[in-house]
């Protein structure tokens, strides 16, 4: 074996080293990339995704476009990490993230060419991330209590989106919201808790009749049709027992003589029953919701007694009741107390056919924002760009910072990197000065999705940056520099910081692989392993068209 190769591996086995796994890395993330940084801005243009099923969704929401892709190559699921991080931590700003984070890796690309090495390179983007979220935090502008802000801050995350035709509706319906379910803190903070805020949809009607409901929408009719459905004052149980004639523990076949004898079993279910509800009605219970069944015996008995009840109830419309009302949700019947009741109105609307159920007292708390749309597809999309302007809002109201939008906070940061790129020795300075640069790709791509020149642009917001106007961004309308705050384009600064130590964190982590490992067998023998560079499993070879 004296000189010899030594095999370490299986034979099915494929490995990709130094630049070769570099270059292999850097592609499929700039795939990734390169998918979605169409959609960004108001101009932005749509995905048409066709699931499996032939199930279609037309949207230019980022990281729903990259979890429908169906991605295999496991580079490129590093990117769509990113993206869902920061649409978790910051509610938006995942294309931003994903698209600056492929520039970066694009720039250090050519600096791998010139023989400097990665090290040299994740320094510098390490630095510079930090000195951007530093100087988004001087930037940065209080909202406290700013309501006109924060309805800038919704509309300008549902423009370009579905939602934008309507967007000063659901911006007053999303502040209204997000106000609602506020507290302030002992430390002088605000809290927003977004899981009290539901979501329903009706289609057939127009957005403009969306709105925001006090309290919670329950889709269930009655248990019969003549049971009382208005209540003022109600006493509601939420329980997770059924209504139903106890079962033994064991089964037990019973052969029946005569019909004396099946009519006993049933009197004796019949009266388990009855002697339930009269228990509820003696609690003081006017409205039931079990989480399971309720038995059709019992009906009558609960008509007779006044109670409103509703059997199969979601167990996650359960759990946002049990706010919205103050209640306890019970797991036996028979241990119910009126400690463990809820309270609250509860009304029946013929129009939607659903039950509008709304809490009393300072303990309840809730809101259901219902939107309408004239198509389900309608809805989907307009739901997906309120869902996002809601976690921004929250975001900035629980903050308290914004920041200028429409290119103005990436190209003020680019000046001031490049201000302190100066003062940075080694190359770690051309790193730096690579961040500012990639910083620039969003406004340029907000230009060119708008069909406009992006170069034209970035020169144009330069001057007026370097003229020391710090909120200067891009209408893309008008092609225009303009006051970005005056203009009402804001974002909140937690979600310029995030997507800045998003990218940055990617593309370093992606830089620093040397070496690929693939210990399984590929369909793909010239792709290496993961299949080859930008590959993307689903949506008909999608990857490789990019």
Request: hydrophobic share 40%; net charge negative; aromatic share 2%.
């Amino acid at each position: 074996m004296a000189g010899g190769p030594v095999m370490i591996m299986g034979e099915d086995a494929q490995q990709i080293r130094d630049r070769d796994a570099q270059e292999h890395n850097i592609s499929a993330a700039r795939a990734v990339a390169e998918a979605v940084r169409s959609t960004l801005g108001p101009k932005g243009m749509d995905k048409m995704l066709v699931g499996s099923t032939g199930d279609v969704t037309v949207t230019n929401d980022g990281v729903t476009i990259l979890e429908e892709m169906d991605i295999e190559n496991p580079t490129a699921q590093m990117v769509v990490e990113v993206a869902q991080t920061q649409e978790e931590e910051a509610g938006d700003g995942t294309t931003t993230a994903v698209a600056v984070a492929g520039e970066l890796l694009k720039l250090a690309e050519e600096f791998i060419d010139r023989e400097i090495h990665p090290t040299s390179i994740i320094r510098g983007f390490t630095e510079a991330s930090e000195v951007a979220r530093t100087e988004v935090a001087k930037m940065a502008t209080q909202v406290e209590g700013d309501e006109e802000r924060l309805r800038a801050v919704a509309e300008t995350a549902m423009t370009g989106k579905g939602a934008e035709v309507n967007k000063r509706v659901l911006a007053d319906i999303i502040v209204e919201a997000v106000q609602a379910v506020s507290v302030d803190a002992d430390d002088g903070t605000t809290v927003v808790d977004l899981g009290y805020v539901e979501t329903g949809t009706e289609t057939g009607r127009g957005v403009e009749e969306s709105e925001l409901i006090d309290g919670g929408v329950i889709s269930k009719e009655p248990l019969l049709s003549d049971m009382p459905r208005q209540f003022e004052d109600a006493n509601v149980l939420l329980s997770l027992d059924p209504l139903e004639a106890s079962e033994t523990d064991t089964d037990i076949s019973v052969r029946a003589e005569s019909h004396e004898t099946v009519d006993r079993f049933l009197e004796a279910e019949e009266r388990e029953l009855r002697e339930q509800v009269e228990a509820l009605e003696e609690l003081g219970v006017d409205v039931l919701l079990c989480q399971k069944g309720i038995d059709d015996i019992a009906h009558h008995y609960l008509k007779e007694a006044g109670i409103l009840a509703m059997r199969r109830t979601n167990k996650s419309d359960m759990a946002f009741l049990k706010e919205v009302l103050g209640a306890r949700i019970v797991n036996s019947l028979e241990t119910a107390t009126e400690d463990d009741l809820g309270h609250g109105s509860v009304h029946w609307h013929d129009e939607t056919e659903t039950f509008r159920i709304q809490g009393t007292g300072e303990e309840t708390h809730g809101v259901t924002i219902m939107l309408r749309g004239s198509t389900q597809q309608v809805i989907d999309e307009l739901e997906r760009g309120v869902m996002d302007a809601l976690n921004v809002v929250a975001t900035a109201a629980g903050d308290g910072r914004v920041v200028g939008g429409a290119g103005a906070t990436e190209i003020e940061l680019a000046r001031r990197l490049r201000d302190h790129a100066d003062g940075v020795e080694g190359r770690e300075q051309l790193a730096v000065e690579a961040f500012a640069d990639a910083l620039e790709l969003v406004p340029r791509t907000l230009a060119t999705n708008a069909g406009l020149d992006g170069i034209d642009a970035l020169v144009d917001l330069r001057a007026a940056h370097d003229d020391g106007d710090v909120n200067a961004g891009l209408d893309v309308f008008s092609g225009e520099v303009v006051d970005s705050y005056g203009a009402g384009v804001v974002e909140p600064a937690t979600a310029k910081q995030q997507a800045i130590a998003s990218a940055a964190e990617a593309a370093n982590l992606i830089l620093k692989i040397d070496d690929v490992l693939d210990a399984g067998e590929s369909d793909d023998d010239d792709g290496g392993p993961g299949g080859a560079p930008g590959g993307m499993g689903g949506m008909g070879g999608m990857g490789g068209a990019m």
